[in-house]
């Protein structure tokens, strides 16, 4: 199995940044996509941004521009750093990635998710 531990959340003044980290660990053969997702109060959970294995990437309008995901291959570690934090992006931040574990004899793809890391922005 594979486990997913985000930190770096927290609160944040409008304007302020963070900076998000998710390491993966376990019985891993290989990670292709990780990406970060999140979930505010009342509403359903949205991607926030992904990044291939080869590292290519993909954001969410609301955060282009403002956002940034990166990836540390040899240590199966996420970031995303986030600038311009304005109040709607707080929200409950979770970490996703698609890996290939052991299962038996066999490497099956999988998708895991992390518990989650809070990320409030107010004054």
């Known amino acids: 199995q594979v486990q997913l531990v985000e930190s770096g959340g927290g609160l944040v003044q409008p304007g302020g940044s963070l900076r998000l980290s998710c390491a993966a660990s376990g019985s891993i053969f290989r990670i292709n996509a990780m990406g970060w997702y999140r979930q505010a109060p009342g509403k359903q959970r949205e991607l926030v941004a992904t990044?291939?294995?080869?590292?290519?990437?993909n954001y969410a309008d609301s955060v282009k521009g403002r956002s940034t995901i990166s990836r540390d291959n040899a240590k199966n570690t996420v970031y995303l750093q986030m600038n311009s934090l304005q109040p709607e992006d707080t929200a409950v931040y979770y970490c996703?990635?698609?890996?290939?574990?052991?299962?038996?004899?066999?490497?099956?793809?999988?998708?895991?998710w992390g518990q989650g890391t809070q990320v409030t922005v107010s004054s």
């Open positions: 990044i291939t294995g080869g590292g290519s990437t």
């Open positions: 996703n990635a698609d890996a290939y574990v052991l299962k038996g004899l066999t490497w099956s793809l999988s998708d895991y």
